[in-house]
């Protein structure tokens, strides 16, 4: 029986059927609903362990079909979404089954973070065709691959895939952390897009989002009716750290069942699409609910433990598997190795260095710029390895939320003016040759 067959969570289809399973320790029934046995309530139920899973081997599914599990619990009666369900039809609407093939971990080797040069993607910008209704897609997204090639990029950092609520979104709402966002594509447009990639030599990073979930279609939110104080229930904290920036949402890093939902989440990205690492967003708040460093009372230990135990997963199952930290808050313990009582991520964003930088490049007045703030960016380092930081002058947050590309807050309005077009290449060029990781 193979490891995929053995799974007890999520829709795992086999040559004649498919075995179903959910963890919903707080139901008296749960049923298996779908498109096979014509959306009855009743004719497939499942069986429940005394660990609170619920699983059912139901004949005759495959891959394609679409269904939702139909919980039955004290405080009522409930129609969910599959938190495993690798591919949705929309955020609020059915899981579909599809069937789990694995890559081959040693298909293709990234390049070294001593010679990588990362772009941060947008497949909704990026992917999106002129003229176009909607947002891009990974079809037109990997064919403007070669593109990057030819400006030199090898590693491309792709901004939440997740499915997320509504069309047009950063993706950093995340709905169902298993399933690919519909309106990018399939789970196979994403594999040919990793293998496109990887054909033209370049690594594909994901940025994952586990510092909290949702809000919006949380098919999570107390999803076998269960909840205290009225928060989230089992897959959330339920008291005060679940409060984050965006909502009380926050994960609950303690319990054994979330954080193998959050490990087998990142595990799943290399072992069913082949990608080369994960970005994590805002580690900050996976280990601290204010997202500070000096703040011990609101320390979470359970955060800490976490990233340290995925991080040793990634590596046994992929042993140069990266992993990148935005934690912003200039925390070297972020890239310490695991065993010294680090994080074990490869490398992390380097905030120190965007924020001397951009202010020394878009000032009216040289009395207005440091010089020593760009000599303290250039030498700064996490460790005695300088490639530990990624060094950027400009990414998602800092081109959005009020403000601009470098050239335009050089000369707003004029862009591409001399001063503007001047200033900002010198910017590039201390990018690309500062001490780190390079990022577009």
């Not at 020593?372 to 930081?389: C, I, N, P, Q, W």
């Amino acid at each position: 029986m193979t490891e995929q067959r053995r799974a007890r969570k999520g829709a795992v289809p086999y040559k004649g059927g498919c075995r179903f399973g959910v963890w919903a320790p707080h139901a008296g029934e749960v049923y298996v609903v779908g498109s096979f046995n014509g959306w009855d309530k009743t004719v497939h139920p499942m069986s429940g362990g005394d660990d609170g899973v619920w699983t059912a081997d139901i004949p005759g599914v495959k891959a394609g079909d679409e269904y939702l599990y139909r919980i039955v619990a004290p405080g009522g009666e409930f129609m969910r979404i599959d938190p495993y369900a690798r591919r949705v039809t929309n955020s609020a609407g059915n899981g579909i089954v599809k069937a789990l093939r694995h890559k081959r971990m040693d298909a293709f080797t990234p390049p070294t973070l001593d010679k990588m040069v990362i772009y941060e993607l947008h497949i909704g910008t990026f992917g999106k065709k002129e003229g176009a209704d909607g947002p891009g897609d990974l079809e037109t997204a990997m064919e403007r691959l070669e593109y990057l090639k030819e400006l030199g990029v090898n590693a491309v950092e792709i901004m939440p895939l997740s499915e997320f609520a509504g069309g047009y979104s950063w993706g950093y709402n995340p709905a169902h952390i298993f399933a690919v966002e519909s309106d990018y594509g399939s789970p196979r447009n994403f594999r040919e897009f990793v293998d496109r990639a990887h054909q033209l030599g370049i690594a594909v990073i994901i940025d994952v989002v586990y510092n909290h979930f949702g809000p919006g279609d949380l098919d999570l939110w107390q999803f076998d009716g269960w909840s205290e104080d009225g928060k989230g229930g089992i897959y959330f904290y339920n008291d005060w750290r679940a409060q984050t920036p965006w909502g009380e949402t926050r994960p609950d890093y303690g319990r054994g069942e979330v954080r193998e939902y959050i490990r087998d989440n990142a595990l799943m990205w290399f072992r069913e699409y082949g990608v080369d690492g994960l970005r994590w967003d805002m580690t900050a708040y996976i280990r601290n609910v204010h997202g500070m460093n000096d703040d011990a009372g609101s320390d979470l230990p359970d955060g800490w433990s976490l990233m340290q135990w995925v991080n040793r997963e990634i590596r046994r199952v992929k042993k140069n598997g990266l992993t990148i930290a935005e934690d912003l808050q200039d925390n070297g313990a972020l890239t310490r190795a695991v065993k010294d009582g680090g994080a074990g991520f490869d490398a992390q964003w380097g905030a120190v260095f965007v924020h001397a930088l951009r202010p020394t490049l878009t000032a009216l007045d040289d009395k207005d710029r440091s010089m020593e703030a760009v000599k303290g960016t250039l030498l700064h380092r996490y460790s005695a390895d300088a490639f530990e930081r990624v060094v950027y002058t400009e990414s998602h947050d800092e081109v959005a939320n009020g403000r601009a590309r470098v050239p335009e807050e050089i000369d707003p309005g004029k862009a591409s003016s001399w001063a503007a077009k001047k200033r900002s290449t010198l910017g590039a060029a201390v990018v690309f040759t500062a001490p780190g990781v390079p990022m577009l």
